[in-house]
């Protein structure tokens, strides 16, 4: 059943500059966690009230669209303390949860593989553990709907040293599976796979971008937080040169503190990129501050130096005369048109030849082997064959840690 909603959200000197776009934003993530947006309450105050964040007379006003609308959550755009949440439900008699919430919740839908759910549980733990105090009574008319998935009711209703037991185990479960994860990376690096990370703010069309250029079939909808789990697909390219491309999960304002401390497997996944590939919805209103976001976001998780070619995609939606690119190294396409993947892959290359490094090699003709793991393992740019020699004469760029690219005259190619 879609439960019915009413958005709450105050309006001060330190957000107004993205305060509405955020307000939005609010809305799509409710419509996300299969809510219906009923009624918006905004309120412009110097500073938020200590005690409710809005003022007693807005707590009228907020009672009386609850009864007029029959809602059944309030959902407020600040991050609530343990005591305000605690106050609101109390005074308002119905689900009170705030824009955090809403988002782990909505993570905790879209988790899939066993990793996934054990971040989300550990995230939602996190949170709700310093709010444990007065939840007793309000939680047995929680029931279910938007706030309440992931961990469920019965850890909820648990006492504090059982939450916290079960957040070490979870924390235990996931150093295993970050283990795994790691050889699973030694084992690319080791087979020289030059590595491609999708990174960019949610719904821009990272997965869409996954399946133009893998041919894989990812979840891929119109949906903030479409992606949660981080996948990765092989990629060839016409010459031969496999890479391997991951997608991760989108970026957005406020990313929730609790999800960024408990996805750091993910996140390790996109420190070992050699690069990024920064997907930017081109059409969006707030791109500009949506790029900002990301940008920051990269800086705090130490991701800045790696380096990236920003794909403004969704160009169909937009007048290519009329667009102006912020970010450089940058291509303009459309994830859904039939050039999309053409130029895609060519701005992709241009950025590849100047990461990697340059080498050039004699192939003896009847060295098949060796050609091969040249074709695949390679970004071959000339492969002439030399009648007087019956040898190939073959030039690509290769990484800086490949036997290729090795500055010795004897190569180790075993």
Same mark, same amino acid.
């Not at 009228?60 to 005591?83: C, G, H, M, S, W």
């Not at 996140?267 to 990129?273: A, C, D, T, Y």
């Not at 794909?311 to 450089?328: E, R």
């Given at each position: 059943? +879609?439960?019915?909603?009413?958005?709450?959200?105050?309006?001060?000197?330190?957000?107004?500059?993205? @305060?509405?776009?955020?307000?939005?934003? =609010?809305?799509?993530?409710?419509?996300?966690?299969?809510?219906?947006?009923?009624?918006?309450?905004?309120?412009?105050?110097?500073?938020?009230?200590?005690?409710?964040?809005?003022?007693?007379?807005? /707590?009228?006003?907020?009672?009386?669209? !609850?009864?007029?609308?029959?809602?059944?959550?309030?959902?407020?755009?600040?991050?609530?303390?343990?005591?305000?949440?605690?106050?609101?439900? %109390?005074?308002?008699?119905?689900?009170?949860?705030?824009?955090?919430?809403?988002?782990?919740?909505?993570?905790?839908?879209?988790?899939?593989?066993?990793?996934? #759910? &054990?971040?989300?549980?550990?995230?939602?733990?996190?949170?709700?553990?310093?709010?444990?105090?007065?939840?007793?009574?309000? &939680?047995?008319? =929680?029931?279910?709907?938007?706030? $309440?998935?992931?961990?469920? %009711?019965?850890?909820?209703?648990?006492?504090?040293?059982?939450?916290?037991?079960?957040?070490?185990?979870?924390?235990?479960?996931?150093? #295993?599976?970050?283990?795994?994860?790691?050889?699973?990376?030694? #084992?690319?690096?080791?087979?020289? !796979?030059?590595? /491609?990370?999708?990174?960019?703010? +949610?719904?821009?069309?990272?997965? +869409? /971008? =996954?399946?133009?250029?893998?041919?894989?079939?990812?979840?891929?909808?119109?949906?903030?937080?479409?992606?949660?789990?981080?996948?990765?697909?092989?990629?060839?390219?016409?010459?031969?040169?496999?890479? $391997?491309?991951?997608? +991760?999960?989108g970026f957005i304002q406020d990313l929730p503190t609790q999800l960024i401390?408990?996805?750091?497997? $993910?996140? %390790?996944?996109?420190?070992?990129?050699?690069?990024?590939?920064?997907?930017?919805?081109?059409?969006?209103?707030?791109?500009?501050?949506? %790029?900002?976001?990301?940008?920051?976001?990269?800086?705090?998780?130490?991701?800045?130096?790696?380096?990236?070619?920003?794909?403004?995609?969704?160009?169909?939606?937009?007048?290519?005369?009329?667009?102006?690119?912020?970010?450089?190294?940058?291509?303009?396409?459309?994830? #859904?048109?039939?050039?999309?993947?053409? $130029?895609?892959?060519?701005?992709?290359?241009?950025?590849?030849?100047?990461?990697?490094?340059?080498?050039?090699?004699?192939?003896?003709?009847?060295?098949?082997?060796?050609?091969?793991?040249?074709?695949?393992?390679?970004? !071959?740019?000339?492969?002439? @064959?030399?009648?007087?020699?019956?040898?190939?004469?073959?030039?690509?760029?290769?990484?800086?840690?490949?036997? @290729?690219?090795?500055?010795?005259?004897?190569?180790?190619?075993?």
């Open positions: 059943m +879609t439960e019915r909603g009413i958005l709450v959200g105050v309006e001060t000197q330190r957000n107004q500059n993205n @305060f509405f776009d955020s307000m939005k934003e =609010l809305k799509s993530l409710t419509e996300t966690a299969q809510g219906e947006v009923v009624e918006t309450l905004v309120q412009k105050r110097q500073q938020f009230d200590a005690k409710s964040i809005i003022g007693s007379g807005k /707590i009228v006003e907020l009672k009386n669209l !609850i009864a007029q609308y029959e809602a059944d959550v309030v959902i407020f755009n600040q991050e609530l303390t343990p005591r305000q949440g605690q106050y609101l439900a %109390e005074e308002l008699g119905i689900k009170v949860i705030d824009r955090i919430q809403l988002i782990l919740d909505i993570f905790a839908m879209r988790a899939k593989s066993r990793e996934g #759910k &054990l971040q989300v549980e550990l995230a939602q733990l996190n949170y709700l553990l310093p709010r444990l105090t007065g939840l007793g009574t309000s &939680l047995s008319r =929680l029931g279910a709907g938007i706030g $309440t998935r992931g961990p469920g %009711e019965t850890k909820l209703e648990s006492d504090r040293r059982h939450i916290r037991d079960k957040i070490t185990q979870i924390k235990r479960d996931l150093k #295993k599976v970050s283990l795994q994860r790691q050889e699973a990376r030694k #084992k690319r690096q080791t087979s020289q !796979i030059f590595q /491609i990370g999708l990174i960019g703010y +949610t719904n821009a069309g990272k997965s +869409t /971008i =996954l399946n133009l250029l893998t041919a894989s079939e990812t979840y891929e909808e119109n949906q903030l937080f479409a992606t949660l789990d981080p996948l990765t697909k092989r990629w060839r390219f016409p010459q031969g040169f496999e890479v $391997t491309v991951t997608d +991760t999960v401390e408990a996805f750091q497997s $993910t996140l %390790e996944e996109s420190r070992n990129m050699d690069l990024l590939l920064h997907v930017v919805d081109a059409s969006s209103p707030q791109r500009l501050q949506q %790029e900002e976001t990301v940008l920051d976001l990269l800086h705090n998780l130490e991701l800045a130096n790696i380096p990236r070619l920003t794909v403004y995609n969704k160009g169909d939606k937009v007048d290519p005369a009329q667009f102006v690119p912020s970010l450089f190294p940058n291509c303009f396409i459309s994830a #859904k048109s039939s050039g999309g993947r053409k $130029t895609l892959t060519q701005e992709v290359k241009k950025r590849m030849l100047e990461i990697l490094e340059p080498y050039e090699l004699e192939v003896a003709a009847k060295d098949g082997q060796l050609l091969s793991r040249l074709k695949t393992e390679t970004l !071959i740019i000339l492969e002439e @064959f030399q009648e007087t020699t019956q040898s190939y004469h073959v030039k690509g760029f290769a990484k800086k840690t490949s036997p @290729f690219v090795r500055e010795d005259e004897e190569l180790d190619l075993e």
